[in-house]
């Protein structure tokens, strides 16, 4: 579970898609996908199996909000 998020925000490094298996429904994981997103990246989180797929493709910014 502490894992998670460190595992989501290191997908910044990738400009490919990285699928993440295993992820807990927890409070943190949604406005975490939300930083992401405003960074540029597009991010889906599949809740019927736990993966979230975040794609570093259009990176657009490295500063957060």
């Not at 490094?13 to 943190?28: E, R, T, W, Y």
């Not at 930083?35 to 993966?51: I, M, R």
């Amino acid at each position: 579970k502490n894992a998670a998020l460190p595992i989501l925000f290191a997908a910044i490094l990738s400009d490919q898609k990285s699928h993440i298996s295993n992820v807990p429904l927890i409070a943190d994981i949604a406005p975490t996908l939300k930083v992401l997103d405003s960074l540029g990246l597009k991010t889906e989180f599949h809740l019927t199996d736990h993966k979230v797929v975040v794609d570093g493709s259009n990176l657009a910014s490295i500063e957060a909000p």
